[in-house]
């Protein structure tokens, strides 16, 4: 069956503009956690949902935000962005969210 | 607050050989997963392994088996008969079994193959 599916897999911004990132998980599954990866921070949760409904939000500011959809597809937006906002965003998906999570393939944002 | 720690950054080993990748963590709950992800150049992560804290006997799978010790708050990756498309960076990962289902990584660890 299809993995987890991010797109685009790269896209260029400016500092100030916002984006929207997609992710499409594995059908049947209705937890969807995003994570933030860059190379001096690492790997940090952002925000995981379940059911359209947010779980649990990482410490990232305010111009982080996602949403679920009744289909389980997610986006997560980040508004007036920043240089350091530069990273690889990945998606995550689980049936529940117990036990492990399917990674996609990240979308790669570069903020100039 | 728990924590991950991969303390390679990097390590190399010879094709058909046998490599250990390390990672210690910090938490006091009881309940708790622990994972080993893979992540090649197409930046997927890959999940490798699985450990479940209540269980005891370490986990394996295939070629790759885990050293699981609860008290010492250990959890390695050993990696038998190593193979070229095994190179990538791995991290340990963190989970408790309760409330949130956010993963703590670690810093990760580059394997090189050599052939």
């Known amino acids: 069956k299809a993995g987890v599916t991010q797109t685009p897999r790269y896209l260029i911004k400016t500092r100030g503009q916002q984006v929207t990132l997609s992710c499409s998980p594995i059908s049947g599954h209705r937890s969807v956690s995003w994570y933030q990866q860059t190379p001096g921070q690492g790997l940090q949760f952002l925000f995981e949902?379940?059911?359209?409904?947010?779980?649990n939000k990482g410490n990232f500011p305010g111009r982080f935000s996602g949403r679920q959809f009744s289909n389980s597809r997610s986006e997560m937006n980040v508004s007036t962005l920043e240089l350091g906002d530069s990273a690889l965003y990945l998606c995550?998906?689980?049936?529940?969210?117990?036990?492990?999570?399917?990674f996609g393939s990240g979308t790669r944002l570069t903020v100039v | 607050a728990q924590t991950v720690t991969q303390s390679q950054p990097e390590m190399s080993v010879q094709e058909a050989e046998t490599v250990t990748l390390s990672c210690t963590y910090d938490?006091?709950?009881?309940?708790?997963?622990l994972f080993w992800y893979k992540q090649p150049p197409s930046r997927q992560m890959i999940l490798v392994i699985r450990?479940?804290?209540?269980?005891?006997q370490n986990a394996t799978e295939n070629r790759f088996s885990v050293n699981f010790q609860k008290a010492a708050k250990s959890f390695s990756l050993k990696i038998s008969d190593s193979q070229l498309g095994d190179a990538a960076m791995y991290f340990c990962?963190?989970?408790?079994?309760?409330?949130?289902?956010?993963?703590?990584f670690g810093t990760g660890t580059r394997l090189k193959v050599l052939a």
């Open positions: 450990q479940e804290a209540y269980k005891q």
């Open positions: 990962a963190y989970r408790k079994n309760s409330g949130t289902y956010k993963y703590i």
């Open positions: 995550a998906s689980s049936p529940t969210g117990v036990g492990g999570y399917t």
């Open positions: 949902y379940f059911s359209e409904t947010q779980r």
């Open positions: 938490t006091s709950e009881s309940d708790y997963y």
